[in-house]
């Protein structure tokens, strides 16, 4: 998995002094991974959990059970609190929130989407949801929900320090 380089090594001369952390679920840490690769990662990357269950989300990040069963722990909400959570407890600027599927099941209606969420300063500041094709399965799938997140991490970095 190697989103292009320079994407990188953009977002670890961009963070300067700030530091970032994440809560991941479907990407099952592949946005750690990424983040872990930025030169000197320590000076900006504190950490991140991956929550693949109900239950984990819930003891581990604090979301709400109800609201996680009725979405089956997949909605813009979810990624949100995982990213404000993520951010929390890491006490770290930016905090990186995702939840969706990486295989389609009855649950998703038999597609592939997921959420991701950026929080700055313990706000949201993006929240989205990505959509892929059906035949992306597995890691396939959770390594392009891994870039797009990462770009996405990258483009805002750009904008708040105005070099986009």
Do not use: W
């Not at 963070?15 to 994440?22: H, K, M, P, R």
């Not at 900006?44 to 069963?69: Q, W």
């Amino acid at each position: 998995m190697n989103p292009n380089e320079d994407i990188l090594e953009n977002i670890g001369r961009l963070l300067v002094s700030e530091t970032v952390a994440t809560a991941e679920s479907v990407t099952a840490g592949k946005l750690q991974f990424l983040l872990s690769q930025i030169k000197e990662a320590s000076d900006n990357f504190k950490g991140g959990l991956t929550a693949y269950t109900l239950e984990e989300k819930v003891n581990l990040l604090g979301i709400d059970e109800e609201e996680g069963r009725r979405c089956d722990c997949v909605s813009a909400g979810i990624a949100q609190d995982m990213a404000l959570q993520a951010s929390h407890l890491f006490n770290t600027d930016y905090g990186i929130g995702v939840t969706g599927y990486a295989t389609p099941v009855e649950e998703s209606n038999f597609t592939l989407y997921a959420y991701f969420a950026i929080a700055y300063k313990m706000e949201i500041v993006i929240s989205e949801k990505i959509d892929l094709p059906a035949d992306l399965l597995g890691p396939d799938a959770q390594e392009e929900y891994a870039k797009i997140i990462i770009a996405t991490f990258e483009n805002l970095l750009a904008l708040k320090s105005g070099t986009l």
